[in-house]
């Protein structure tokens, strides 16, 4: 059964820094691209990042340009966010997403994160 498990959220302070892990299970994880997206209150869910299957050609959001970083790990099946000069903004619940014409699209359950004084 194919899942996408994401942890490392927490409360932390502006300019604090969090890693968010993505693990992931159910498929083979080097053939396809993985994406983290967010969620905050009363907003659409928006694209943070993506990786490619290769670890590749990462992208990212404007708004994350410079401070968050995506890489994978293929011996441990998890795509990782690592996330710096966090601000009041980046406040949300953070997924991951799989999408693939065999399994179509597939969500984690998300990791919820608060930036906070």
Known sequence: QLQLV????GLVQPGGSLRLSCAASGFTFDDFAIGW????????REGVSCISSSGGSPNYADSVKGRFTISRDSAKNTVYLQMHSLKPEDTAVYYCKLSSSYYGIKWGQGTQVTVSS
Request: charge should be neutral.
């Open 37 to 44: 997206f967010r969620q905050a209150p009363g907003k659409e």
């Open 6 to 9: 994401e942890s490392g959220g």
